[in-house]
């Protein structure tokens, strides 16, 4: 397994434009997160919203740029990545299971489209790890990054393993990750989310 380098100038690319690859309204995402507004959204949910993922039935995780404008209180945010417990009121009987993703492995992900408001989901593969540096992330955080598709609206989104476990939260996407000479050429149009290793000690420690 071989971590890519990542350069300063991926803190702007992150987020450019609206979407990177594919992605189709899901039913079975309304099941799996929700929608949370940080915004005055318009008709055609225009307006800034993001999504939380369930954890148990008073809080949920999401991405911190999602719960820093969320009309939902915090409860904590995690020290060096992009991640955040709100206070949510969920109705679930069975509580999610986590599991860290291997790359090669292919993933599922869950969210909702600023665009549209609907949710959306996306299919693709873990294609490497790399290091991850703006506002919200900073050293040691590590992403995963996977060619499944992503559309604003959809960070704090859920990833899914191929067993249906949790996998990560989605930060974002960018346009390019340019890696190390010796390496093969850039990863181009690619998603990113936190992989559970980089959040299980303090997820449990906020949840308890």
Same mark, same amino acid.
């Given at each position: ?7 300063? $100038?991926? =803190? ?5 434009? !609206?979407?990177?690859?594919?992605? *189709? ?7 799996? #997160?929700?929608? &949370?507004?940080?915004? %005055?959204?318009? %008709?055609? +949910? ?11 039935? *008073?809080? /949920?995780?999401?991405?911190a740029h999602v719960a820093k404008l969320s009309v939902q209180r915090v409860k904590a945010y995690h020290p060096y990545c992009d991640l $955040?417990? %709100? ?23 869950? +969210?909702? /489209?600023?665009?549209? =408001? ?5 299919? +693709? ?8 540096? &703006?506002?919200?992330? @900073?050293?040691? !955080? ?5 060619? =499944?598709?992503? #559309? ?5 989104? =859920?990833?899914? &393993?191929?067993?249906?476990?949790? +996998?990560?939260?989605i930060v974002g996407f960018t346009s390019e990750i340019k890696r190390h000479k010796n390496t093969a050429v850039p990863l181009k149009n ?6 559970? @290793? ?11």
């Open positions: 397994m071989k971590k890519i380098a990542i350069l300063p $100038a991926l =803190a702007a690319l992150m987020l450019s434009g !609206c979407s990177v690859g594919k992605y *189709e309204y899901s039913s079975e995402a309304m099941k799996r #997160v929700d929608m &949370n507004f940080t915004g %005055i959204p318009t %008709i055609l +949910g225009i307006g800034a919203l993001g999504t939380s993922i369930p954890l148990t039935p *008073e809080y /949920s995780l999401t991405a $955040a417990i %709100i206070y949510h009121k969920n109705d679930i009987k069975t509580l999610p299971k986590f599991r860290n993703g291997d790359i090669g492995e292919p993933v599922k992900m869950y +969210g909702y /489209s600023f665009i549209t =408001a609907m949710p959306v989901e996306s299919s +693709g593969v873990n294609l490497a790890l790399t290091g991850i540096r &703006n506002e919200w992330n @900073k050293r040691p !955080c590590v992403a995963m990054v996977s060619d =499944a598709g992503v #559309v604003k609206g959809m960070s704090g989104g =859920a990833v899914y &393993n191929k067993d249906d476990t949790i +996998g990560g939260v690619v998603s990113l989310y936190i992989p559970y @290793k980089d959040f299980k000690e303090w997820l449990s420690k906020s949840t308890t």
